[in-house]
């Protein structure tokens, strides 16, 4: 049982108290409701030991996901989230990644789901535990029967098909479609898409997307098989500087067109080697899939309220508005 402090105690404490507050507002301006930390957790700008692991299938070295990777940071730095990222391409790996992250007792975790099949028992264990995971840009048409919580990106089908209608309007006639990663969800989807809406005819030409040079070559040896071929649409940006080579090499007629986007693409778009890229924004991905994690935990939101995709593109690049995200692009965010 408690006993009341005497009268006299408590006036003591409280003139204490007082004086106290009058300090730390002249000499800090902390709040006198709480501590610091407190009054930063309420404005937002601390995640409180919060731990996020954000798993893709990215390789090393692959400029597309660097830029994932800072959207990812920028979040993570402005919600106080400690933040892990991992990537492996090969899908057995990515899995044992995401159980790696459930044995550390992750807070949260970001995937993508470019092999929807090997991600199914790892997310499981996720939930299992308690673990909210949310995914981002690979799979679109599996977060949710994944039992992903919200899902960031670029419905795939949907730009292969614009991108197939912005062939039509440059007057193409036969497309070759660079997967640069076999089974790959997303990849396929794009290219699927082009040939649903594109007039001309769709070929899908596959390669080796970790060696640069055997890109450039297989190409190359595609156009000089083949003459018709006036559109290469490659499947990203470094990729689209491959087929610029290949053109160059096996004196082709065709123009080059791609997805996604990089400093070196914008050069490329500005000097008309390419028509134009489709901007899916990798690191708006990174940075959404991690604050919606904090926001999860700290607020209850889910964004889209777990039926719909947050969509993240796609959006044309062209020269006409390169100059635009030109900036953006320089300083290694777009």
Not at 26 to 33: A, D, P, Q
Not at 37 to 58: C, E, P, Q
Not at 263 to 280: P, S, T, W
């Amino acid at each position: 049982m408690n006993t009341p402090s005497p009268p006299h105690t408590s006036v003591r404490r409280n003139r204490v108290a007082a004086l106290a507050s009058a300090l730390c507002l002249l000499v800090s301006g902390c709040s006198v409701l709480g501590t610091a930390d407190d009054a930063t957790d309420a404005a937002g700008g601390s995640g409180g030991g919060m731990k996020v692991t954000l798993v893709t299938h990215g390789g090393k070295g692959d400029a597309f996901w660097d830029l994932v990777r800072r959207g990812a940071e920028a979040a993570a730095a402005k919600d106080g989230v400690d933040l892990t990222y991992v990537g492996d391409a090969d899908p057995a790996a990515q899995a044992d990644l995401v159980r790696e992250a459930v044995r550390d007792k992750a807070d949260g975790i970001a995937v993508t789901l470019a092999k929807p099949a090997a991600m199914r028992g790892p997310v499981a264990q996720a939930k299992a535990a308690g673990i909210p995971v949310v995914g981002l840009n690979s799979g679109i048409d599996a977060w949710r029967p994944t039992g992903l919580l919200e899902y960031f990106g670029q419905d795939e089908s949907v730009a292969g098909q614009a991108v197939g209608d912005k062939l039509d309007g440059l007057k193409a006639e036969h497309a070759l479609c660079v997967v640069h990663e076999r089974g790959n969800v997303a990849l396929e989807a794009r290219c699927a898409g082009v040939r649903k809406t594109f007039r001309g005819a769709t070929d899908n030409l596959y390669v080796d997307g970790t060696d640069p040079d055997a890109v450039t070559a297989t190409i190359a040896s595609r156009l000089r098989q083949d003459s018709s071929i006036d559109e290469v649409v490659t499947n990203g940006a470094q990729f689209a500087m491959s087929a610029i080579k290949a053109v160059r090499q096996s004196g082709s007629r065709a123009k080059v067109a791609t997805f996604d986007l990089n400093k070196d693409l914008v050069e490329a778009v500005r000097d008309g080697d390419v028509q134009f890229a489709v901007d899916q924004q990798p690191y708006l991905q990174g940075y959404l899939a991690v604050d919606a994690l904090w926001l999860y935990r700290t607020n209850g939101n889910v964004s889209g309220g777990g039926t719909a995709p947050v969509l993240t593109g796609p959006a044309f690049v062209t020269r006409s508005n390169v100059s635009a995200v030109a900036r953006f692009a320089a300083a290694g965010t777009r």
